[in-house]
Nanobody, 133 residues
Framework: QVQLVESGGGLVQPEGSLRLSCTAS????????IAWFRQAPGKEREGISC?????????????YYADSVKGRFAMYRNTAENTVYLQMSSLRPEDTANYYC?????????????????????WGQGTQVTVSS
């Protein structure tokens, strides 16, 4: 059974930083594309970053960041802990949202394609990020 657990959210001041974690069980992250989505109150869930870790596949290493987070957010992983991180810097009030990680074995992350919620099979429960002074 696939389980994704996010953590690391909280309250941070504008221009501050947070690191979100997504720890997987039941799957090997090496075989999946992993994405971070966020959903603000009254808005649709949007994909903000994605990395294809699907080892052995032609699209291994595909990477996407939404324009709204490019240059401020970065994804990376700890293979030994089967965990993917989202390092968020220079946070803004408009980054306030519930953040979710998602995994899919066949999705291909691409620099010019915004990941959609229906393209990912497995989801975490979310972690709240609030940027406010």
């Amino acid at each position: 059974q696939v389980q994704l657990v996010e953590s690391g959210g909280g309250l941070v001041q504008p221009e501050g930083s947070l690191r979100l974690s997504c720890t997987a069980s039941g799957i090997n992250l090496e075989d999946y594309a992993i994405a971070w989505f966020r959903q603000a109150p009254g808005k649709e869930r949007e994909g903000i970053s994605c990395i294809s870790y699907n080892s052995g596949m032609p699209h291994y290493g595909g990477l996407y960041y939404a324009d709204s987070v490019k240059g401020r957010f970065a994804m990376y992983r700890n293979t030994a802990e089967n965990t993917v991180y989202l390092q968020m810097s220079s946070l803004r009030p408009e980054d306030t949202a519930n953040y979710y990680c998602a995994a899919d074995q066949t999705y291909y992350c691409s620099g010019d394609v915004n990941p959609k919620t229906y393209e990912f099979d497995s989801w975490g429960q979310g972690t709240q990020v609030t940027v406010s002074s």
